[in-house]
């Protein structure tokens, strides 16, 4: 969709339940009325239902739950995330798109988002169920000047942002499970994942990815995922449009980078600890090393997990929770 | 060049000085005397000196030191490193090239190495300086089992095999300049920088570069560079070949590499110390969070330089050292 279509829908959209005149919109974009006509027949071929009265003018009836640019410009208020966006209907990866993109030089802050993936990417190479017009699955490019060894600090950092946006915008009970998950009720509903390149020293960009599981029907599941994911429908017991759900992550996404940038781990420490699922908890978790039991008791001021085991408080720079998550309820 | 001119050469550098009958390589690699003599003319044309007598056959006469597959598969006795190999006249860089062959699915071990580089990377987006014919120009893929916070470690250990190579080929006193240099009598002859990908907790692939300064002139130098570098043969006052260069380096890298995945760091730490330049030396290094000066002690586990300083033993992560050594012989 063109920049003069998403002016023509941004004006709609203003007008509420309202009429927007066929002659202001000529006038304000400075097109003919047969112009105005071919673009709103373009937005109904994208799902729009729009009514067309005589001397009234359009009025937008029905808004599908699409990714599309013009939707989420509509809710953005971030002063770079997402300001630069790719959206698309269908793609392997959205991961590979932006590390392609961020090769060819996209800025920090550009956004891949799409309604489906083919080959959607986990962590450790798994794949990532990601069904059409169901989800959120974006990749946001980062360039932030900090040591590789940092980098897994922006999977804790970008955890806190994301549940913070949904909490916000649902009210549901989210929880951060160590290292890159969010779930509500012990289950699932976002995993995260970072990727990056880099040189000894520092980062040459990063692609963070997250998966959001918004509006997937609870039978919708295959049978191996059952039981351990969920979404944020199955949960509220209605569904979410996902444009200003976009948008609220791409803002609090910013808001904490930024923090991050200026005071370091410390701007997101405090945070992670409060949304933590597993605080005080026991857990196994288990890494190239073995496998390690101990009560989680918060992070270290690099972000590793503190485990209160037999031997001491241990740090766990890198593993895998494989008990003490799915158990019980927060 | 293809793999049967490849055996024809081997067959002739393995007679030294003496001659291979035309019709030992017909009957051995299966070929009409008519296709003998065409690879005989195209290893003419790539500059062999290659003189045919009647009754006798083929005699090599002169080799020129060029960068090709079948040179360097003359001298490699690794299991897999450089076993698959591309090797290029010239080329925007090496990292480039092999980075996008990672991506593609090439195997650890597999190495691209080029006559000329156009837009030689160094560490920190600089560029490196690496003009037709006088270098080694080489980019290895590895795919270590490691956490990205673990990558800078890699250097480290590329400084030892390649340090080990290069004082086993040309008995110069090569020294190792933290983090990535290697120096002879406090100049530069080799800078190594290792890109990677990777998740959070794991590398996907790294790209080691090597550029090492073989054979060039002392008065060839840019301006800037005057002073500051040197090559092999200059310090040696003879000329190298590379070929063999490239082989104890791919040999000596892949042995201290296995030994590393083995054994982990604890197998690079005492003999980087034993190779150091700077240990016991007053050193100032700078990074983003200021300057620090100290006497340089060693390595810490993790492979952090460690700094005597006024307040104490401090583990340096990420720097360059900008004073101490380029001031005195080692």
Redesign the interface.
Known sequence: MGGTRQQILAMMIEKGDGYVSGEEISRKLGLSRTAVWKHIEELRREGYQIEARQRSGYRLVFRPDRILQEEIACHLSTRSFGRVLRTLKTVDSTQKVA?QWAREGAPEGAAVIAEEQTAGRG??GRSWHSPPGSGIWMSLILRP?I???R??Q??LMASVGIARALIDMTHLPVRIKW??DLLIRDKKVCGI??????????V?YAVLGAGINVNIDGEAWPPDLKGKVTSLSAEAGRAFRRSPLIAAMLKELEAIYEKYLEQGFSAVHKEWERLSGILGRPVKVRN?SGEVSGIARGLNGDGALLLDTEEGLIPI???EIIEGCQSRSF
């Open positions: 590390h962590r450790l000047p040591p590789i060894a980098a897994p922006l999977t290292p890159n994942l970072t990727e990056l390149r880099g040189e000894q020293d520092r040459h190239a720079y890198s593993a």
